[in-house]
Structure formats: C-alpha cells, structure tokens
C-alpha cells in the first residue's frame, strides 16, 4: 500500500511549523512536500533589521532543504488547485509547468501588500514583505542620502533625504525608528552641503502608534520615534503619490523620493480561486484548521480565518505569533486523518507583543507585564532568539558586531526598483529579466518610481509597457548600449535618430528631416546608385525597373495590375494624402523599420507621373496627389561631409549590366537629375 501524500503550500510561518512538526509525527509514514517559490523561511521581525544594515540577509533565511531533512522541497508556485482531481498545479522560478498529486493539502500561501484605492501609490510606493524589498530599501536609503549630500540645491537636497513611511503598525514603527538610526549615522560621518538632516516621517489614520498594543507601551514607542527626529502625523494619511512627493489627507504637500507602504496585509489571491466559503478574503475552517465539507483540504496562518475560542465571534488576527501556532495545531490534526494521534481544536494564550525600535531601545510586554528602554531591548532580542529555527549563532554575532563596529553603508545595486513592485502575488521573489508571466499573478503597475528608475523596462527581460512589444528597453544597465551614446545609434526619440515607433507620426523617411542619415551621405552607406555601391533598381546595371522592358510592369500601366489608388484597382487603405501610410498618423510614411531603397540626400525629388516614359513610374504613393512622394526641404545635406569610399561590389544575385549600357549614374537629356545623382 503506498504511503499517504501531503502536499504543503508555502512555507511562511504557518507552513514551516506545519511541515516541521509533521516529519516529526508521522515518521516516515507519509511523503511530505513543501512547495514555495524560495528555499528559504524568512522570519519576518527582523527584516527592518536587514533594511538598516545591522543584519545580513542569510541571517533571516533558514535554509528549508537543511532545517527539514525529511520534506521533499519543490521550488514554484502554486497557480490552480482542482480539490476534485487532488491536484496542484504549479509554475516553477524557470517557467517550467508541473502538478503535485495530494490526499492531504495544507494552504499555507501567506499574505501580500494590502492596496488602497489611492492615485499613484501602486506606481511611487514600496512594501515591506520580503527579502527583496528590505535589501531595494537599503540600497534606495542609501543612494538618497549619497545624492543628497552631494546636492547644491537645498529643495533637491531636502526631498532626497525625507523619508515617508505609511503604515504605524509594528513593521512601520519599526521601519522608521531603524531608519532614522541609520540615516542619522550617515551623515555623521559625511555631512551635507546644505547643512539639512534626514527626515523621516510616520503617518496612519489611526489615533496613536501600534493601536493593537497596550497603550502605554504605544506612548513609549512614539516617544522614543520623536527623540530620533521622526515626524509622527497620527490621523493623516496619503492622498495622492507622484514622482515628485505626496500629497496628504490634510492638504500639506511632501516633497521625497521615498514612499514606504506598511498599511498591512492582505491574503495571498489563491485561495480566492477555490470558490469556497471566504472570511474578508480569507479560507473559513473550523477550530481544527479544516475546511468543512472538504476533509482533505486544511488551511492555516493568514489564508484562513481560523475562529478564536476565547473570543466566540471572531477570528484570530492575521500575525506571526498565530501563524507559528496553527502550524503545530494543523500538523497534528493533519496527522489525526491518517491515523495517527488526535484531533485537537485551537486555543491560544496571548503571550505578549515586542517591537525592536533599534539600539537599545524597545517596547514590549511579555505574558502582560509592560517594558521598555534596556530592559525590554534585552527581553525583545532575547524571544526573537528563542524563536528562530536556525541561525541564532550568526544573528547574535552580528547584533554584537553592530554594537561595536560602524555600519556599512554601501549601496549593491542588486535590486532594482522594477524589480519589487508594489502590486505582486510573490513579494518575496523579486522579477528578474526574462522571468514568465504566470497567470492570476500581478505583475505590478508601470510608471516612474521614486528614484528615478523605470518600472517595467528592465533590461533583456519584458517590454516596457509604452515600449513596442518585444523589444527589450535600451538604455538600460545590463542591456545594449543606449543608441545616443557614442558607441551605438542615434536613440529613438532623439535628434537626428529614428523616433519612438508609438509616438504621432511613426517612422520618418530615411533621409528626411529627424530620420536615418541618407545611404549616399558621408555619414551612411554609399547611395545605391552611387559608385561603390548597389546600383539603383531602374539604373543600367541594377534589376531592371518595374517598368522597364523586361521587367515587371508597372501596377499602374497598362498589361500590369491596376494601382491600388487608381480607378478600377483596390481602394487605398485609411490613406487620406499623398505620402500618408497605412494606419499611420497624418503626413506620416508607414513605419515599418524595413530599410528604403535608392534614398536622395537632399534636394527637392522630382515628382513621378503616370506617363509610361522609363523612370517615370508611379510608385501609387498616395490617392489623389498625382503620385507625388514627400519630398525632403531643399538645401545642403544634415550631416556634410566628403563622400564616402567606394563600398562593396553590387550582389551576386543581380543581373549583370546589359551590353550596350554602361553601369553608373546616366546623364538625363531632359535636364532633370536622375535617381542617384548627388
């Protein structure tokens, strides 16, 4: 008989406890697998610490593959549950697709940013629930304050280095208390210009700080905020977020280039896929963890709403301290299915609350008796010791590392801002170049971001979103050279360069005016009809003209197909004047990037009639314009010059030059310059 299958998603708190607890339970007995998108558990009160530079990233990342020998590890996540089939259906970090089969499922998906309906927000805002955005924070903290410091300006200067966090929970005041900290450090050492100091600022619409704590100790950890400096504006909020700053609930204006988002959280979108009973978002289940009228599918940490017994009408709040908890009460109970122990419902005894608000400060209150200063620093560091399932000995020797050394503030550039938007399914697996878009996931809104960078046009990976679609941004780091530097081609957009092909007007002409230098111009190829280069296509010695003898007859002669703009022959096509090309914008050629043929300088281009005389065919440019071609402002060329050196031989697969016609430019007897004539 084979052995039962448990298939676990996410291994946050909830599903760590819950895998851990069950390799110890059923003992062999069951094949357990952990899907989550990284192969690490992050313990998430301490990643403020990583952001301010006191601990290492590998510090708050248990390995999953070391701490659980006994639970088969599969990277990806979870996109489609069939509950009927037992399936999961995944995506792994390469885009590769697969399906876990289960008789026993734990959701433990976790939660992700909460948004709010404010303008601007999605696009200038970061959040605080991954590894990620901790180490872009770092990084962003950092190169404001660098910028700052070298500012002359004193407006640019003050909205580099203020600093807005929104959100006074327990991850905000402790952003913003970590931060003035290591801000303040900075500049110590290398003073601004100006003479400003960072500035950072702390708002929430609720009337005092961490309202979820016992309120003295929410006046502790506000009084300790405002001896570091911190603006604390309780009752305020955002109203609107630019590039440039904020605008707030009380009609004051910030100007800052940082915008932290720590309002809360919300649960993970999956489990909003199953069509089950849901609870302001979350899985509804019984006191044992288990969704009714489903004895396979079991639920626990912020996914699900798991009713408090000690308070009959509610739900056990959406923190940590819960989460580790119904782990160990879901792997038991899980482990009750298959036979093996019993059922249990879930109780908990609030053993406290500890905010770390850096150095050796703090708040805290352990089993109901309220601390702060030295005192609770020691009781705060000494549970989040207690609590890690691994890396306690690394943590304490950087926490005493930091006690006697200065920080480094070094920017890595690691992260960019693209990177960790806002708006994501997965905060903590940061978008790399070229990473599958994976369905029901939120890939974040576009749009300039606080420094400057620009969201969605990473380099090599996917377009950004006003890009044409599959050309990879250019400009870029790590991408090709921006075509206006020296080394590359003139930028799209730019003098002189070929415009951005969504902008009014499409693509100019080669050799008009903003367009590609002409092919005979000392800066291009030679004219192909120049010497040197490729004979023009109704020169002697080129492929014979559409209208010549012997070759193709001309579409708007007689024997050939009738123009497309001429009576009798297909309609022109949403063209209105001559020269304007299909589904362009007005007095615009089609912008088709394909490379034009026999292309003059400059110089007024004689107009092509439909008289049936050699070199004189219509080209059916335009309905109703008398075949006339735009024709480039007369004058001396954009970019003069010598002419160019004689290029390569025409192509083999030209016809050789007839034998009474001798290759090269021909003199005109009417007086009128021919194609190619510089």
Same mark, same amino acid.
């Given at each position: 008989?084979?052995?039962?299958?448990?298939?676990?998603?996410?291994?946050?708190?909830?599903?760590?406890?819950?895998?851990?607890?069950?390799?110890?339970?059923?003992?062999?007995?069951?094949?357990?697998?952990?899907?989550?998108?990284?192969?690490?558990?992050?313990?998430?009160?301490?990643?403020?610490?990583?952001?301010?530079?006191?601990?290492?990233?590998?510090?708050?990342?248990?390995?999953?593959?070391?701490?659980?020998?006994?639970?088969?590890?599969?990277?990806?996540?979870?996109?489609?549950?069939?509950?009927?089939?037992?399936?999961?259906?995944?995506?792994?970090?390469?885009?590769?697709?697969?399906?876990?089969?289960?008789?026993?499922?734990?959701?433990?998906?976790?939660?992700?940013?909460?948004?709010?309906?404010?303008?601007?927000?999605?696009?200038?805002?970061?959040?605080?629930?991954?590894?990620?955005?901790?180490?872009?924070?770092?990084?962003?903290?950092?190169?404001?304050?660098?910028?700052?410091?070298?500012?002359?300006?004193?407006?640019?200067?003050?909205?580099?280095?203020?600093?807005?966090?929104?959100?006074?929970?327990?991850?905000?005041?402790?952003?913003?208390?970590?931060?003035?900290?290591?801000?303040?450090?900075?500049?110590?050492?290398?003073?601004?210009?100006?003479?400003?100091?960072?500035?950072?600022?702390?708002?929430?619409?609720?009337?005092?700080?961490?309202?979820?704590?016992?309120?003295?100790?929410?006046?502790?950890?506000?009084?300790?905020?405002?001896?570091?400096?911190?603006?604390?504006?309780?009752?305020?909020?955002?109203?609107?977020?630019?590039?440039?700053?904020?605008?707030?609930?009380?009609?004051?204006?910030?100007?800052?280039?940082?915008?932290?988002?720590?309002?809360?959280?919300?649960?993970?979108?999956?489990?909003?896929?199953?069509?089950?009973?849901?609870?302001?978002?979350?899985?509804?289940?019984?006191?044992?963890?288990?969704?009714?009228?489903?004895?396979?599918?079991?639920?626990?940490?912020?996914?699900?709403?798991?009713?408090?017994?000690?308070?009959?009408?509610?739900?056990?709040?959406?923190?940590?301290?819960?989460?580790?908890?119904?782990?160990?009460?879901?792997?038991?109970?899980?482990?009750?299915?298959?036979?093996?122990?019993?059922?249990?419902?879930?109780?908990?005894?609030?053993?406290?609350?500890?905010?770390?608000?850096?150095?050796?400060?703090?708040?805290?209150?352990?089993?109901?008796?309220?601390?702060?200063?030295?005192?609770?620093?020691?009781?705060?560091?000494?549970?989040?010791?207690?609590?890690?399932?691994?890396?306690?000995?690394?943590?304490?020797?950087?926490?005493?590392?930091?006690?006697?050394?200065?920080?480094?503030?070094?920017?890595?550039?690691?992260?960019?801002?693209?990177?960790?938007?806002?708006?994501?399914?997965?905060?903590?697996?940061?978008?790399?170049?070229?990473?599958?878009?994976?369905?029901?996931?939120?890939?974040?809104?576009?749009?300039?971001?606080?420094?400057?960078?620009?969201?969605?046009?990473?380099?090599?990976?996917?377009?950004?979103?006003?890009?044409?679609?599959?050309?990879?941004?250019?400009?870029?780091?790590?991408?090709?050279?921006?075509?206006?530097? %020296?080394?590359?081609? *003139? +930028?799209?957009?730019?003098? #002189?360069? $070929? =415009?951005? &092909?969504?902008?009014?007007? /499409? @693509?100019? !002409?080669?050799?008009?005016?903003?367009?590609?230098?002409?092919?005979?111009?000392?800066?291009?190829?030679?004219?192909?009809?120049?010497?040197?280069?490729?004979?023009?296509?109704?020169?002697?010695?080129?492929?014979?003209?559409?209208?010549? %003898?012997?070759?193709? *007859? +001309?579409?708007?002669?007689? #024997?050939? $197909? =009738?123009? &497309?703009?001429?009576?009798? /022959? @297909?309609? !022109?096509?949403?063209?209105?004047?001559?020269?304007?090309?299909?589904?362009?914008?007005?007095?615009?050629?089609?912008?088709?990037?394909?490379?034009?043929?026999?292309?003059?300088?400059?110089?007024?281009?004689?107009?092509?009639?439909?008289?049936?005389?050699?070199?004189? +065919?219509?080209?059916?440019? #335009?309905?109703?314009?008398?075949?006339?071609?735009?024709?480039?402002?007369?004058?001396?060329?954009?970019?003069?010059?010598?002419?160019?050196?004689?290029?390569?031989?025409?192509?083999?697969?030209?016809?050789?030059?007839?034998?009474?016609?001798?290759?090269?430019?021909?003199?005109?007897?009417?007086?009128?310059?021919?194609?190619?004539?510089?």
């Amino acid at each position: 008989m084979s052995r039962p299958r448990i298939v676990i998603v996410g291994a946050g708190f909830a599903g760590y406890r819950t895998a851990r607890t069950l390799s110890r339970l059923t003992r062999h007995q069951a094949d357990i697998t952990l899907l989550n998108p990284t192969d690490y558990f992050l313990y998430l009160p301490l990643l403020p610490q990583v952001a301010a530079g006191i601990l290492e990233p590998r510090r708050v990342s248990v390995s999953l593959s070391g701490t659980l020998p006994h639970v088969r590890l599969v990277l990806g996540e979870a996109d489609g549950i069939d509950l009927d089939g037992h399936t999961v259906h995944y995506t792994g970090p390469e885009g590769e697709e697969g399906t876990l089969p289960f008789d026993r499922l734990v959701l433990a998906a976790g939660s992700v940013n909460k948004l709010l309906p404010i303008p601007g927000v999605a696009e200038h805002a970061h959040g605080f629930r991954g590894l990620p955005e901790a180490l872009y924070l770092r990084d962003h903290v950092t190169r404001q304050v660098e910028l700052a410091a070298a500012a002359d300006d004193r407006a640019e200067c003050a909205a580099r280095c203020t600093f807005v966090v929104v959100g006074a929970g327990y991850t905000g005041t402790e952003v913003a208390a970590h931060g003035a900290m290591y801000t303040d450090a900075q500049v110590r050492k290398h003073p601004m210009r100006t003479g400003m100091r960072p500035r950072w600022m702390l708002l929430d619409v609720a009337p005092r700080v961490m309202p979820e704590m016992d309120e003295r100790l929410s006046r502790t950890a506000e009084r300790v905020l405002r001896q570091r400096g911190v603006d604390v504006r309780m009752g305020t909020s955002v109203k609107e977020a630019t590039h440039d700053g904020v605008v707030l609930t009380d009609g004051s204006t910030v100007d800052t280039r940082t915008l932290v988002w720590c309002v809360g959280v919300r649960p993970d979108p999956l489990v909003e896929s199953l069509g089950l009973p849901m609870e302001r978002g979350r899985l509804l289940v019984d006191p044992h963890l288990q969704v009714p009228g489903r004895p396979e599918l079991f639920a626990c940490g912020d996914v699900a709403a798991v009713p408090d017994l000690n308070q009959p009408g509610q739900y056990t709040p959406m923190t940590a301290q819960h989460a580790w908890r119904h782990g160990k009460v879901c792997a038991q109970n899980v482990a009750a299915s298959l036979g093996i122990g019993e059922r249990r419902a879930y109780r908990h005894r609030d053993m406290g609350f500890v905010v770390d608000l850096g150095g050796a400060k703090a708040a805290a209150n352990p089993l109901g008796l309220p601390m702060s200063g030295p005192a609770a620093g020691a009781v705060t560091r000494g549970y989040h010791l207690a609590a890690m399932p691994g890396n306690r000995v690394r943590v304490a020797a950087d926490w005493l590392l930091d006690a006697v050394l200065p920080r480094q503030a070094v920017q890595l550039g690691l992260v960019r801002s693209w990177s960790v938007p806002l708006e994501s399914s997965s905060p903590e697996v940061a978008r790399v170049p070229g990473s599958p878009k994976r369905p029901g996931k939120a890939t974040g809104s576009a749009g300039q971001r606080p420094d400057g960078e620009e969201a969605g046009t990473h380099p090599g990976g996917e377009p950004a979103k006003g890009q044409p679609s599959g050309e990879p941004a250019t400009g870029q780091p790590s991408g090709e050279p921006a075509k206006n530097e %020296p080394s590359g081609e *003139p +930028a799209k957009g730019q003098p #002189g360069g $070929e =415009p951005a &092909k969504e902008q009014p007007g /499409g @693509e100019p !002409a080669k050799g008009q005016p903003g367009g590609e230098p002409a092919k005979n111009e000392p800066s291009g190829g030679p004219a192909k009809g120049q010497p040197g280069g490729e004979p023009a296509k109704e020169q002697p010695g080129g492929e014979p003209a559409k209208n010549q %003898p012997g070759g193709e *007859p +001309a579409k708007n002669q007689p #024997g050939g $197909e =009738p123009a &497309k703009n001429q009576p009798g /022959g @297909e309609p !022109a096509g949403s063209r209105s004047h001559g020269g304007r090309a299909k589904g362009g914008q007005s007095g615009s050629p089609r912008a088709s990037g394909k490379p034009r043929r026999a292309v003059e300088a400059a110089g007024p281009r004689p107009a092509r009639g439909g008289s049936g005389k050699p070199g004189k +065919a219509s080209r059916a440019s #335009g309905a109703g314009s008398g075949g006339k071609r735009p024709t480039a402002p007369s004058g001396p060329s954009r970019s003069a010059g010598p002419p160019t050196e004689p290029g390569p031989e025409p192509p083999a697969n030209q016809p050789p030059p007839g034998p009474d016609i001798a290759p090269g430019p021909v003199k005109r007897t009417d007086g009128r310059a021919a194609e190619g004539d510089s």
